[in-house]
């Protein structure tokens, strides 16, 4: 029973400099009660008087104030650093590499865990990236897209969390947003990816971005949500990209590549892109 309560006391969480003073205290505490436990037994073995009980008390006391305490202080901070490392460990397992964006396991994650109520998936995906990385390398590429993602935390930041959901696509989990709100701030984005430069004087990389937003009411599984608004963003990719497209809307009735028609609802469907190669 004594170990149980022991093991309560000891093993609770060391979250923050609170937390590492309440441990001390609790070692202090536990050092001092086990002292005069001990200072108990030996007056009963052997009683010497009020004035040794006293001068045994203050010596316990002092040995917890000037040992235990400080010994509690230093396990409590190493536990503290422990559990930071953990938090940080979490948090880098958790973030893209290249862009410093949220990764996408993160995406479904802070999903469940979100509040209650309508959110907003935005899907974003750049057009045509395939062609930067042929033309300028890879290296030039992932400049590219570390600024793309600059540009967008810079228009969507105030929507939410922006993962890197893919090789060129990113995604904004957005509360507290109306869709109009949200779909102004996406095309007043798109309208920058437009006029930006994401290269050099020298060497200029034009790059145009699509967009398709779902609303996702209350208690909508991830996959029913994220399915809807990458639907839209392939809406958006095949009626032309640089445009947005919502969930809501009715589906394009055709692909477009620049000003041409190359299929319509009258012939068979092309095949479905596969997610890595959309372009």
């Known amino acids: 029973m004594y170990g149980e309560i022991l093991r309560t006391l000891l093993n609770r969480p060391v979250q923050s400099e609170r937390d590492v003073r309440i441990f001390a205290f609790r070692i202090a505490a536990i050092c001092f009660v086990l002292a005069m436990a001990a200072d108990l037994a030996l007056q009963l073995i052997a009683f010497g008087g009020w004035i040794d009980i006293l001068r045994g008390w203050a010596i316990a006391a002092g040995v917890v104030a000037l040992v235990a305490y400080p010994v509690g202080v230093y396990l409590g901070r ?3 650093d422990h559990h930071r490392t953990k938090i940080k460990l979490a948090e880098q397992s958790l973030a ?8 996408r396991a993160s995406l479904p994650i802070d999903y469940d865990a979100g509040p209650e109520g309508t959110r907003l998936l935005i899907l974003l995906s750049l057009d045509r990236f395939k062609a930067v990385n042929e033309r300028y390398g890879h290296t030039v590429g992932d400049r590219v897209l570390i600024r793309s993602a600059r540009l967008i935390a ?8 922006i ?5 060129t696509e990113f995604t904004v989990l957005a509360t507290g947003c109306a869709v109009a709100e949200a779909r102004a ?17 020298e060497k200029p990389v034009c790059l ?14 991830f996959t029913q949500a994220f399915t809807a608004a990458d639907a839209a963003l392939e809406a958006a990719k095949a009626t032309g990209r640089s445009r947005v497209c919502l969930a ?17 609802a009258d012939l068979p469907p092309p095949p479905r892109r596969r997610r890595g190669g959309r372009s």
């Not at 007043?188 to 004087?201: M, P, V």
């Open 78 to 80: 190493t536990r503290l």
């Open 96 to 103: 893209d590499g290249l862009t410093g964006l949220r990764n």
């Open 163 to 167: 993962y890197r959901t893919d090789g």
């Open 154 to 161: 810079e228009e969507l930041g105030n929507l939410g969390h």
């Open 208 to 221: 145009t971005a699509s967009a398709g937003i779902a609303e996702v009411p209350a208690a909508t599984p």
């Open 248 to 264: 809501s809307e009715p589906t394009a009735a055709g692909i477009v590549e620049g000003d041409e028609v190359i299929w319509s």
């Open 185 to 201: 701030q996406v095309l007043a984005l798109l309208a920058r990816f437009e006029s930006s430069n994401f290269g050099t004087l």
